[in-house]
């Protein structure tokens, strides 16, 4: 067993080979990354995907039985390992519909703060639980990156079989 004494921490289960999740990390850590101490937590997920993460910010795999200590905790739909945490803010976000998709979010009293990613998932949230009509929607932040240099390929040709038209 560890305890983990960090300073923010952005917690999610399992990161998939691409996603809003992943997005939202990723962004998370390209806007606030050098100014903020972000650690982005989680269970498993895609090797290449956390790697890509951790240009951007700490990544640490969370074992069972750790302990986590932290100024500010986030997280999504992972909810279960929140009887390990010890933190100033406890704040959840809200990455879906939870209502259209049935999900069952955390109604933790230890949460401080909740955050909708969109109107209509704030609005699906506050309507349905009358402990979460303080929920703010709070877009995700995104950092737009230079496009890489595009190669175009232009053949002078006549567009026939034998010239290959239907390659």
């Known amino acids: 067993m560890r305890t983990l004494r960090l300073k923010n921490v952005i917690y999610f289960p399992s990161f998939n080979v691409i996603g809003g999740i992943e997005t939202y990390c990723y962004q998370m850590g390209l806007k606030y990354g050098k100014e903020y101490d972000i650690t982005i937590l989680f269970k498993s997920g895609d090797q290449a995907m956390l790697a890509k993460i951790a240009k951007v910010c700490r990544v640490i795999r969370y074992r069972d039985g750790d302990e986590v200590e932290c100024d500010v905790f986030i997280f999504g739909y992972g909810h279960e390992i929140l009887d390990h945490v010890k933190a100033k803010r406890i704040i959840q976000t809200f990455h879906a519909d939870y209502i259209c998709r049935h999900l069952n979010p955390s109604m933790d009293e230890r949460i401080t703060d909740r955050f909708g990613v969109a109107e209509n998932t704030t609005e699906g949230i506050r309507e349905h639980y009358d402990w ?21 390929l232009v053949s002078a040709t006549r567009l026939t079989p034998e010239k290959g038209f239907d390659r």
Not at 135 to 149: A, D, F, H, S, W
């Open 132 to 152: 979460a009509k303080d929920i703010v929607t709070m877009y995700n932040p995104y950092v737009p990156e230079k496009p890489r240099k595009v190669l175009k």
